[in-house]
T-cell receptor
Framework: ETGVTQSPTHLIKTRGQQVTLRCSSQ?????VSWYQQALGQGPQFIFQ???????GRGNFPPRFSGLQFPNYSSELNVNALELDDSALYLC???????????FGEGSRLTVL | QKEVEQDPGPLSVPEGAIVSLNCTYS??????FMWYRQYSRKGPELLMY????GNKEDGRFTAQVDKSSKYISLFIRDSQPSDSATYLC????????????FGTGTRLTVIP
């Protein structure tokens, strides 16, 4: 069974740029969620995708957007990067929305 | 006031000690409670998943939920140096949503 995989693991961007982060769900999982974890904080919910539709969103502005593909893989896009966007971005998958979430290792974004 | 409060520690214990980790919460609608372990620069790993009040045991780990007090705990028996990590509590309102609310995490060090 393949777990949740994310890419890239690390990246550096400058303020105002755009970034795309990618996630492959764990085998058998059809729901994917994205979380932002700032240093020393717990993860914060960005949004969730189910059957290629966004069906839940946290308190994040529209410049955070996403996609889910038919194979259940997903992308997180962030436009107009700000310094405060520097964080670990975590993808998590589940089957439907039951049980716990299973997280990937994360993509660490640094915005300079 | 944050919806989930967790003492960030750090907490240091000798090997073999019993560790008690706790979270309090304010939203009485939370129904599902989780504990995650996060090693440095890694994604969170699901340890325990419980529904409503009561106890759940898995090996050296015991999770307790007291909904009347809005208080959850994780006990680790016979702690090992490999248990050194940050422990995050998380909770959600219903099965139809993966919007987990996390505590800030407690950093635990088990000293050999």
């Amino acid at each position: 069974e393949t777990g949740v995989t994310q890419s890239p693991t690390h990246l550096i961007k400058t303020r105002g740029q755009q970034v795309t982060l990618r996630c492959s769900s764990q085998s058998g999982h059809n729901t994917v969620s994205w979380y932002q974890q700032a240093l020393g904080q717990g993860p914060q919910f960005i949004f969730q995708y189910y059957r290629e539709e966004e069906n839940g969103r946290g308190n994040f502005p529209p410049r955070f957007s996403g996609l889910q593909f038919p194979n259940y893989s997903s992308e997180l896009n962030v436009n107009a990067l700000e310094l405060d966007d520097s964080a670990l971005y975590l993808c998590a998958s589940s089957f439907e929305t039951g049980d716990g979430l299973f997280f990937g290792e994360g993509s660490r974004l640094t915005v300079l | 006031q944050k919806e989930v409060e967790q003492d960030p520690g750090p907490l240091s214990v000798p090997e073999g000690a019993i560790v008690s980790l706790n979270c309090t919460y304010s939203n009485s609608a939370f129904q599902y409670f989780m504990w995650y372990r996060q090693y440095s620069r890694k994604g969170p790993e699901l340890l325990m998943y419980t529904y409503s009040s009561g106890n759940k045991e898995d090996g050296r780990f015991t999770a307790q939920v007291d909904k009347s007090s809005k208080y959850i705990s994780l006990f680790i028996r016979d702690s090992q140096p490999s248990d050194s990590a940050t422990y995050l509590c998380a909770m959600k309102q219903q099965t139809g949503a993966n919007n987990l609310f996390f505590g800030t995490g407690t950093r635990l060090t088990v000293i050999p």
